[in-house]
C-alpha cells in the first residue's frame, strides 16, 4: 500500500459525459501528480500540482482540468468524454526535494 | 526537454533466468527511480538511487545508478513467475524540477 488513493476504482460512462476522479495523496505530500495510461502503453503525464498551485503541465487536453485543494487532495476533472479518453487514470504524489513519486492504485475510466 | 531511452521494449525469459534491463539519457539526473507495474494496477517503487555510482539491491533486484548520471539499470536474478509486469525508469533532475519516465519494459516470465 502506497498510501495514496483514488476513487472511484472504475468508472462507465458515455461519450460526452462529464466526469471527476479524485486522489489523496500520501500523509505529508505537497506534490500530486497525474498520469493516463493507455492501454499497452506508458505513462502519460497530465499535470502536476504542488501545495495547491499548478507546477507543470504536460500533454493535458484542454477538456480536461485539475486542481489540488487545501487538504492537498486533488480532482482531475475530464470533460466532453470521447471513447480515446479510456485508459487508467494514475494519481502519485511526492514530498522532500527528490520527487520520489508514489502511486495510487488507479481508476479505470471506460467510455462508451 | 528530457528523454529516457529504456530498452529492452519487452523480453521473453525462463524462469531461473537473470533479467537485465536499463534506462539511458543524454541528459544528466540527480535521481533514478524503478517501478514495478502488474496489470490493472498502479506502478509500485521498487528501488530509488541517489548518488552517481550507487548499487541498490531489495531481495532479488538490484539496481545502479550510473557513474555518468546518465544511465542507470535493473538486474533481476533467477526469475520467477510473478516478476511478470512492467518495469518503468524514471528520471529526475533538481533543474527541471521533474521526473522524465521511460517507456517501460514489458517482462514475461514462462514456467
Known amino acids: 500500500d502506497s498510501g495514496v488513493t483514488q476513487t472511484p476504482k472504475h468508472l462507465i460512462t458515455a461519450t460526452g459525459q462529464r466526469v471527476t476522479l479524485r486522489c489523496s495523496p500520501r500523509?505529508?505530500?505537497?506534490?500530486v501528480y497525474w498520469y493516463q495510461q493507455s492501454l499497452d502503453q506508458g505513462l502519460q503525464f497530465l499535470i502536476q500540482?504542488?501545495?495547491?498551485?499548478?507546477?507543470a503541465k504536460g500533454n493535458i487536453l484542454e477538456r480536461f482540468s485539475a486542481q489540488q485543494f487545501p487538504d492537498l487532495h486533488s480532482e482531475l476533472n475530464l470533460s466532453s468524454l470521447e471513447l480515446g479518453d479510456s485508459a487508467l487514470y494514475f494519481c502519485a504524489s511526492a514530498g522532500g526535494s527528490t520527487d520520489t513519486q508514489y502511486f495510487g492504485p488507479g481508476t479505470r475510466l471506460t467510455v462508451l | 526537454g528530457q528523454q529516457l531511452n529504456q530498452s529492452p521494449q519487452s523480453m521473453f525469459i525462463q524462469e531461473g533466468e537473470d533479467v537485465s534491463m536499463n534506462c539511458t539519457s543524454s541528459s544528466i539526473f540527480n535521481t533514478w527511480l524503478w517501478y514495478k507495474q502488474e496489470p490493472g494496477e498502479g506502478p509500485v517503487l521498487l528501488i530509488a538511487?541517489?548518488?552517481?555510482?550507487e548499487l541498490t539491491s531489495n531481495g532479488r533486484l538490484t539496481a545502479q545508478f550510473g557513474i555518468t548520471r546518465k544511465d542507470s539499470f535493473l538486474n533481476i536474478s533467477a526469475s520467477i513467475p510473478s516478476d511478470v509486469g512492467i518495469y518503468f525508469c524514471a528520471g529526475f533532475t533538481y533543474n527541471a524540477g521533474k521526473s522524465t519516465f521511460g517507456d517501460g519494459t514489458t517482462l514475461t516470465v514462462k514456467p
Open positions: 538511487l541517489y548518488k552517481a555510482g
Open positions: 500540482y504542488y501545495n495547491g498551485e499548478e507546477r
Open positions: 500523509s505529508g505530500d505537497l506534490s
